[in-house]
Every structure is written in C-alpha cells, then in structure tokens.
C-alpha cells in the first residue's frame, strides 16, 4: 500500500529557511502529484504547493510564492519542501498528501517551530 | 482564487443524530469538491471525492451532493467515531482551497 514517511520536527530561528521531506513508496511516484498542506496550531488545513514528478513542475499557492520551492527526486522517490524567511506564523504541522484532485494518501505530519 | 466557505462552524449532535454540513464555492467548480474527517493529532482522511463517490472502506452513512458553488456532506446516523473536524476541499486550474471546517461534538 502507498506510504509516504516524513521527516522529523525541525526548530528554526526567525528568518531562516527549512527543507523537509517525504518518502513514498507502495505506489506509483512519477506519474501522482505531491502536495504540501499545512494546519498551523488550533487551525485549519492550507494548501501550499504539489510537484507532478513526471512534469518535473511545481505550481504554489499565491500566499507561498517566491518564498517555498517543491521539489521531486525520482531516484528515491522523495519530495521536498523548502520555505524561506521563516516567521512566527509559519509554525505549523506540514503534511505532504498525494493524488491529482483529493489527497487520498497522507504522511504522519512535520512540525516546524519558529522561534527565537 | 476560489473560496470556500463552510456552515456551521461547529455543532453538537448525539450518536444517531442526522448530521449535515454545507459548503459554498466563491465561483462554480462542478464536481471538483472533497470532504475530509480529521481527528486530534491525526492527519486528514478522505472520505468522499468529487462530490459525492464514497472512497473505498469508507461507511455507507457519509454522503455528499451538489455540483456548481453548492455542497452538502451528510453523516445519516452519528457513530461515536464521526466525531471529528470536517473540510470541504477544492480543485480548480491547478490550485486547491480548504474550506475552514466544521466541528461535530457530543451534545
């Protein structure tokens, strides 16, 4: 079955950037795309970008652009999320999800502090 | 971008209570609409895609309906389990929205 397995939490200062991952395996990798959604604390869910790695393209929500890079590397089927000039409000569990129009698969979740 | 709105913002409900939850595109998005249960310190799940195919594994008392700006999601009779945060979630010219959730507790 798919599987996708996160990396673990990070803390970062304000103003710096962070690179997460996330496996998959179980399923088909280049053709599925991979998205980053977020759930700040006592929050909703937020869209912030996907990676269609047959494509080797990435499209991001406005709020995120020019500030995240997604990345996929076939060769060990694994997507990337890099976020720039960190705040506060970037605080939050970041999911990476996959499928084209719903996410039916979900890893176990990032958390990225931002603090001081 | 689109936007999705979601009414309530919470309810209360009691096992086999008859629960419904809407959500409302800020422009048409035929039938590109999902509905996700979350529960504390888990991550999202699924449950019904383009408005209204039951994922698979998925209990036969979740449904959805609409198409255009108008969905429903409906839970025909509440099990201890359905109480949860739910989202609608949407598709459209490559981006996705969540809608802002729904809270169901115990009444």
């Known amino acids: 079955q798919v599987q996708l397995v996160q990396s673990g939490a990070e803390v970062k200062q304000p103003g710096s950037a962070v690179t997460i991952s996330c496996r998959a395996s179980g399923g088909p990798f280049r053709t599925v795309p991979i998205s980053w959604v977020r759930q700040a604390p006592g929050q909703g869910l937020e869209w912030v970008g996907r990676?269609?790695?047959?494509?080797?393209?990435?499209n991001y929500a406005q709020r995120f652009q020019g500030r995240v890079t997604i990345t996929a590397d076939e060769s060990t089927t694994t997507v990337y999320m890099e976020l720039n000039s960190l705040t506060s409000e970037d605080t939050a569990i970041y999911y990476c999800?996959?499928?084209?129009?719903?996410?039916?698969?979900w890893g176990q979740g990032t958390l990225i502090t931002v603090s001081s | 971008d689109i936007q999705l709105t979601q009414s309530p913002s919470s309810l209360s409900a009691s096992v086999g209570d008859r629960v419904t939850i809407t959500c409302q595109a800020s422009?048409?998005?035929?039938?590109?609409l999902n509905w996700y249960q979350q529960k504390p310190g888990k991550a999202p799940k699924l449950l019904i895609s383009?408005?209204?195919n039951l994922e698979t594994g998925v209990p036969s008392r979740f449904s959805g309906g609409g198409s255009g700006t108008d969905f429903t999601f409906t839970i025909s009779s509440l099990q201890p389990e359905d109480f949860a945060t739910y989202y609608c979630?949407?598709?459209?010219?490559?981006?996705?929205?969540f809608g802002p959730g729904t809270k169901v507790d115990v009444k």
């Open positions: 999800a996959r499928g084209s129009y719903g996410f039916q698969h």
């Open positions: 990676v269609v790695p047959i494509l080797a393209t990435s």
């Open positions: 422009q048409a998005i035929s039938h590109y």
């Open positions: 979630q949407q598709y459209d010219n490559l981006l996705f929205t």
């Open positions: 383009d408005a209204t």
